[in-house]
């Protein structure tokens, strides 16, 4: 086991893996940029390091900083936390050349599955179902437009390489698909130094359900239940429940089966999502993987009752998975909401400033990570994730009702954030029926503008 682990990353989820380390009794250190520097993972660790000015390209994804900042405190591994160079096969890389363990999978799976058109193909070989689409990088807008017509529309068109929702755009049509096909070169360009792009079907209608998973050096996988990650605003999640409202135990058995044949195809070990899109007659699409902890990893943590950091720590330090598929059965329901630090009544524009008033949410089974004190400046230069909040319940009104009381109780004051948009989300008669998220946001969104008289 490790003695001493540098966590690269910040936020919340730089302070929930630090949590974790100490509890292993792993010694700690905490790397920060200049805008960071009082932030609430510097204090919680048992070192900190400045690795750079605020901009995120000079501090949490300069590899030669963090690498120096490891080596000069003199660390075993390094978690990459989510986002920045979690899934950078290079930075995996330079780890293993410094004698430096990545707690994650090996660089080779990092690549393959980062190249969302080589994913396809793969899984496709393995017997996973992939969305009809493209079988290579589609280069230039005249055969773009052929395929298009050929798969049929409406069609989405994708980045093939990088993620977060960039570069995503759906054409219904001939007219609007080359205007949206040159739009989404020139971001994708722009976001990850990359503008290869393909096109899949796009099924409107469809939920987005994905699989975590763990797998050890030995060749072990264990499924941890699924998540429904349905609710999404420009592509980007806002609330993840687990399990889902619309899976059916005949279907996930079908479900935790693809997954097993996912992560076997690549021979992957450590912490990964594998992420499938279900349309209205229950069949399911492998549409990515995600190597690396995800965002929404807590309501796993909370129906398995299982510390998902803790493990991803004990496999990359060659152990084996620490627990059985009957000691995880899924048990109850949880929910998980992101607060994030937006305005909601200007088109969710970032809202960065000083936290006035902070009073979190308690009571039993519930659950609240973040990196927010009384007095903390929240800096203009990174992902406006606030906080997480997760509760569980024995069944799915419990975890509603309590996610209810929760919210009520949740204070930011000094920022705009996201709360009153989880209210009237939480509250809703299309959430609490849970099988039709297909109209939802928009009527969220179309009685805020209302309320605001937009």
Same mark, same amino acid.
């Given at each position: 086991?490790f003695s001493k682990v540098l966590v690269a990353n910040r936020g919340e989820i730089a302070v929930r893996v630090i949590r974790t380390l100490n509890e292993m009794g792993i010694r700690t250190v905490a790397v920060y940029s200049q805008a960071d520097k009082g932030s609430l993972h510097t204090k919680i660790a048992n ?35 989510? #986002? ?37 193909? %793969? ?7 992939? &969305? ?16 298009? /017509?050929?798969? @049929?529309?409406?069609?989405?068109? /994708?980045?093939?390489?990088?993620? #977060? =929702?960039?570069?995503?755009? %759906?054409?219904? !049509? ?18 990850? =130094?990359?503008?290869?792009?393909? %096109? ?22 264990? &499924? ?23 899976? !059916? ?14 992560? /076997?195809?690549?021979?992957? &070990?450590?912490? @990964?999502?594998?992420?499938f899109l279900m349309d209205k007659a229950g069949q399911f699409y492998f549409m990515e993987m995600n190597t690396r902890l995800q965002v929404e990893h807590p309501v796993t943590e909370m129906v398995c009752n299982i510390d998902l950091v803790k493990e991803q720590v004990r496999i990359a330090s060659g152990e084996l ?11 109850? *329901? ?18 960065? #400033? ?8 308690? @009571? ?27 509760? *569980?319940?024995? !069944? ?14 949740? %204070?930011?004051?000094?920022?705009? &954030? ?14 609490i029926k849970g099988d039709d998220y297909s109209e939802l946001l928009d009527k969220i969104l179309s009685r805020q503008r209302k309320v605001s008289g937009l």
């Amino acid at each position: 086991m490790f003695s001493k682990v540098l966590v690269a990353n910040r936020g919340e989820i730089a302070v929930r893996v630090i949590r974790t380390l100490n509890e292993m009794g792993i010694r700690t250190v905490a790397v920060y940029s200049q805008a960071d520097k009082g932030s609430l993972h510097t204090k919680i660790a048992n070192e900190s390091i400045c690795i750079g000015s605020a901009a995120a390209s000079e501090s949490y994804l300069n590899m030669a900083a963090i690498i120096s900042a490891a080596e000069i405190t003199n660390v075993e591994a390094i978690h990459p936390g989510y #986002g920045f160079l979690a899934e950078n096969a290079h930075f995996a890389d330079v780890c293993s050349s410094c004698n430096i363990t990545f707690i994650g999978p090996s660089a080779e799976a990092l690549r393959l599955m980062g190249d969302k058109v080589q994913a396809r193909k %793969i899984m496709k070989k393995a017997g996973v179902p992939v &969305t009809p689409g493209s079988e290579d990088v589609v280069d230039n807008k005249e055969e773009a437009l052929k395929l298009a /017509k050929k798969i @049929g529309y409406p069609v989405i068109i /994708k980045a093939a390489k990088g993620g #977060g =929702g960039k570069g995503m755009r %759906i054409a219904y !049509n001939d007219g609007k698909f080359v205007s949206l096909f040159i739009a989404c070169q020139r971001e994708v360009e722009v976001a990850f =130094g990359d503008a290869s792009l393909y %096109i899949e079907k796009f099924m409107p209608y469809s939920r987005h359900i994905e699989v975590q998973v763990l797998a050890d050096k030995k060749g072990n996988v264990l &499924t941890l239940g699924e998540r429904d990650c349905s609710i999404q605003r420009r592509y980007q999640k806002l609330l993840e429940e687990s399990p889902s409202p619309v899976v !059916n135990a005949k279907e996930r058995k079908k479900l935790f089966k693809y997954t097993t044949e996912a992560v /076997k195809a690549i021979n992957y &070990t450590n912490a @990964g999502t594998v992420e499938f899109l279900m349309d209205k007659a229950g069949q399911f699409y492998f549409m990515e993987m995600n190597t690396r902890l995800q965002v929404e990893h807590p309501v796993t943590e909370m129906v398995c009752n299982i510390d998902l950091v803790k493990e991803q720590v004990r496999i990359a330090s060659g152990e084996l998975i620490g627990y059985s598929a009957d000691s995880t059965q899924p048990k109850g *329901w949880a929910i998980e909401c992101r607060i994030n630090a937006e305005d909601i009544n200007a088109d969710f524009m970032p809202s960065p #400033g000083k936290i006035t008033e902070l009073r979190l949410p308690g @009571g039993p089974f519930v659950r609240v990570d973040t990196h927010l004190y009384n007095g903390y400046i929240i800096p203009p230069y990174y992902d406006s994730l606030l906080a997480k909040l997760i509760v *569980w319940g024995r !069944n799915r009104n419990e975890a509603i009702a309590r996610m209810k009381r929760a919210l009520d109780e949740f %204070i930011i004051e000094g920022v705009k &954030t996201t709360i009153p948009f989880h209210k009237q989300l939480i509250s809703h008669p299309f959430f609490i029926k849970g099988d039709d998220y297909s109209e939802l946001l928009d009527k969220i969104l179309s009685r805020q503008r209302k309320v605001s008289g937009l």
